[in-house]
């Protein structure tokens, strides 16, 4: 059986419970991250606890994050994930156990602190070369997006919505624009630009999606952060996502319409092995 991490131990998972007045539980009152590591090495670390971080800040929870890159680093190990090509830490942080109010609990309540440790297993080549399709969905979540909250109930439906269609990725449209998946962010090839939505409070600000422009910009691609149109993303020559359990997945059919030439485009291969290649280093 696995091994977790809740508030300060290391357990077993079914040894592992938290109280049904979690606020986490009752209220969605709580973040997360998502940390890849690459045989047993953390991918940009500092990257995700600085999100983190902005995450307790604006939200007010009072939880010192020091300890957390030790304490993923341990959870790869006690669950014997050093030589996986790729495995993920899944870290939560809950405002704390305390009766149900909409306000703050007592001054003093602990957070709840919870991580689990996991295989992340990358698709076959072949798979991969043949692309993916997607579905876009209205975007019908809160305006702070750029908070990783654990409230996902809009991008729960957005996926469930995609799984439905028998397609890989739900993108996530409001006003027109196209801004990100339901857990993963959008990138289009437009005119020969690699562009992606700018990171304002409208999409989350992913560590993969900061990673592809810069391996982007080293290939001497011309990089834009603009809002994209529906309508151009329609006619883009090439579609992608990017994220920590995603890394690089091309589109080629979108709501049903083939994207480009309908095939994996020259910028998401050269890209996606320069994603792999970058996480060997
Ligand atoms: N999702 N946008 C959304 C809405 C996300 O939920 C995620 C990550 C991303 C990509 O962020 P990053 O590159 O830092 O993984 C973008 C995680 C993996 C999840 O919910 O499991």
Known sequence: M?????NGRYLPKDGATISVEDR?????????????????????MEHHMRRLQHGLDTLRIEFDPAAMPEM?????????????????????ITRGVAPRTHHFPPAGTQPTVYAFAQA?????????????????VPDERWARVDIKSIGLLP?????????????ADALLVREDVALEGSHNNLFAVLDGVVTTHPATQRILHGIAREYVMELAGAQGLPVEER????????????????GTTTEI??????????????????????LYE???EGTRA
Not at 2 to 6: G, I, K, Q, W
Not at 120 to 136: K, L
Not at 249 to 270: Q, S
């Open 155 to 167: 991008n729960v439906l957005a996926q469930q919505a995609a799984v439905e269609a028998g397609v």
């Open 2 to 6: 696995s091994t977790v991490y809740l």
């Open 72 to 92: 993923h680093t341990r959870l790869i190990a006690e669950n014997a994930l050093d030589t996986e090509e790729v495995a993920i830490v899944y870290l939560q």
């Open 274 to 276: 320069a994603f792999k």
């Open 24 to 44: 986490g539980f009752l209220l969605s009152d709580g973040i997360y991250e998502v940390t890849p590591a690459y045989r047993g090495r953390l991918f940009r």
């Open 120 to 136: 992340f297993h990358r698709p076959e080549m072949a798979r991969w070369e043949q692309g993916y399709e997607a579905i876009t």
């Open 227 to 242: 809002p994209i149109l529906l309508e151009e993303i329609r006619g883009a020559e090439e579609i992608f996502f990017t």
């Open 249 to 270: 997945r091309p589109t080629v059919r979108l709501d049903g319409e083939p994207v480009g030439e309908g095939k994996v485009g020259p910028v998401a291969k050269a």
